[in-house]
């Protein structure tokens, strides 16, 4: 992509999550996919972990982890508030001074914004700490 892509929508739902177009392959280039003319309250989203461009009525508040469990070789997350159908992942670092965060878990949120994810336990690390981002 060597310019911006003007996303223009019409006739669209007037809430939700609607993908307007995937595509493959790695995207290179300093072009943007950016909002052109769209309906009121809603946002162009660019998910490039997802590899698609959707518009979406993004929630107030951010998505927020609302529940961690631990099992013998694992940890999961639930969570809620997240901009349905869109990509989330959560990050680890094992060093908060300085910290190298790492995707460990890439998923979408369910058609109400919620997330269950259950991620393996490394015991090698004294340590770990997640981070849950979206696009």
């Known amino acids: 992509m ?8 019409s006739n669209a739902p007037v809430s ?3 993908v307007l177009f995937s ?21 162009i ?6 590899r698609k461009i959707s518009l979406a009525y993004v929630p ?12 013998s070789s694992n940890i999961s997350f639930s969570g809620t508030n997240g901009t349905p159908l869109i990509t989330y992942r959560i990050l680890s670092a094992t060093n908060l001074i300085n910290p190298r965060w790492f995707p460990v878990w890439t998923n ?14 490394d015991f090698s690390n004294p340590a770990a700490f997640y981070r849950l981002v979206t696009p």
């Open 16 to 18: 939700a999550t609607s």
């Open 23 to 43: 595509y493959a392959g790695t995207r290179i280039g300093s072009g943007n996919f950016v909002a052109g003319t769209i309906p009121s309250g809603a946002s």
């Open 108 to 121: 979408s949120f369910d058609a109400s914004g919620n997330f269950n994810s259950s991620i393996p336990v």
């Open 2 to 9: 060597n310019g911006n892509v003007i996303v223009n929508v």
């Open 45 to 50: 989203i660019d998910d490039s972990a997802g």
């Open 60 to 71: 107030a508040a951010p998505p927020i982890i609302t529940g961690v469990s631990h099992g």
